[in-house]
């Protein structure tokens, strides 16, 4: 272990190291992130104990009751550019101007040299439902 | 515990120089992926003292933050907010672990030796008064003395740390190792502040849940710009 901590480069700490967006259709939104050089992203895997999945939540719970998101592969713990597949079951109409979504995320990080807190992020999508 | 010192980027010496004392806070979890290896330092820097010109005073101060689903038995909220405090202080954008902090002034990665040296060099360019602290174990209180020349204004705390510490952690990322931990913080008490020309102020500090082991470590600090500005330590 003392050779590998000689070893390692020192980086400066980044304290926000994940960027997220969202889109997506009345059918299915993606939300995607990028996640900074040498960081890594717990993710909706993570078990139990320890650092906190990562956790999504639609606010406008009349239109989405319930959501199952998927990740691209059942890691722990992912890295680079990652996109989470959201499919939507509306159980009302859109309405005519359209439907603001919500969501709000809590996610924790780390690097090999730093853990950051855990983290919350609003993110927010307008459906039209000319897009179906 | 060399490779340690390499990672400092210091020598061992043996030649006998005046010491200034420095503040040397980590701020860790148990928790936290990241912050054994900061531990490590820590303890490398208590036990080998590798900087000739410099009595490195430190503290392992356990933040809550990591406490999702499994406690860490050392954190408390006051930590989490000294933390938060120094983040303000020294405008970043927020917190992290392990970090350390040099003498309230500066910051960096936990485990980034070379960094936490140059940091303790530039440290030490600034001169600090000498303070006089004992401490003694007397009917289940810590009776202590703090006494000091000048800085009025400025703000007493002492902190009632444990020498050593090891937990078995059982969850997290941490899961299965045995961490050790150095000088870690059980109870920080804001005992007065600094006016006029001396300082000296005995109080009687309850007595943490520690067994056997443990330091009394006083300093002044800036509230303003969280400097420390003088800094002693008595082990019992």
Redesign the interface.
């Known amino acids: 272990m003392f050779y590998s901590l000689l070893l390692l480069a020192y980086f400066a700490p980044n304290l926000n190291p994940v960027q997220w967006t969202l889109t997506g259709t009345p059918k299915q939104l993606v939300l995607h992130a990028s996640i900074s050089e040498h960081y890594k992203l717990y993710s909706l895997t993570k078990p139990k104990g320890g650092p906190i999945p990562l956790e999504i939540k639609f606010r406008e719970t009349n239109y989405v009751p319930a959501i199952h998101p998927t990740q691209p592969n059942p890691a722990h713990q992912l890295s680079g550019e990652v996109d989470f597949t959201i499919p939507l079951k509306l159980i009302k109409p859109i309405p005519a101007e359209g439907l603001q979504l919500h969501v709000d995320l809590r996610y924790q990080s780390c690097s090999d040299q730093i853990c950051l807190p855990p983290t919350r992020r609003e993110l927010e999508v307008t459906l039209h439902s000319a897009s179906h | 515990m060399k490779?340690?010192l390499?990672?400092l980027g210091l020598c061992l010496c043996s030649q006998a120089q005046p010491r200034t004392p420095i503040l040397v806070e980590l701020f860790t979890?148990e928790?936290?992926?990241?912050?054994p290896?900061a531990d490590e330092l820590i303890t490398a820097i208590d036990q080998i003292q590798p900087i000739p010109t410099a009595n490195l005073i430190v503290l392992s101060e356990h933040v809550t933050?990591?406490d999702?689903?499994?406690r860490d038995r050392f954190a408390s909220t006051a930590l989490t907010n000294r933390q938060l405090g120094y983040a303000k202080l020294l405008k970043?954008?927020?917190?992290?672990?392990?970090?350390l902090i040099i003498d309230g002034q500066y910051e960096c990665?936990?485990?980034?030796g070379?960094?936490a040296k140059r940091l303790i060099l530039e440290a030490l360019k600034q001169p600090k008064p000498q303070m006089e602290i004992t401490a003694n174990r007397i009917n289940g209180k810590i009776k202590t003395n703090v006494s000091f020349f000048g800085l009025s204004g400025a703000t007493v705390l002492v902190a009632i740390a444990e020498n050593l510490a090891e937990t078995k952690v059982s969850?997290?990322?941490?899961?299965g190792k045995t961490l050790k931990h150095t000088a870690v913080v059980r109870a920080l008490h804001t005992i007065g502040t600094a006016e006029g020309l001396r300082f000296d102020t005995t109080v009687d500090l309850p007595m943490p849940p520690i067994v056997d082991n443990f330091r009394v470590v006083a300093f002044v600090q800036d509230s303003k710009t969280g400097r420390i500005l003088a800094v002693a330590q008595s082990k019992l």
Do not use: D, H, R
């Not at chain 2, 928790?31 to 912050?35: D, Y």
């Open positions: 490779f340690l390499l990672m979890a928790g936290c992926g990241a912050c290896p933050y990591w999702t689903s499994s970043i954008e927020g917190v992290y672990t392990p970090q990665t936990g485990g980034n070379p960094e969850k997290g990322e941490n899961a």
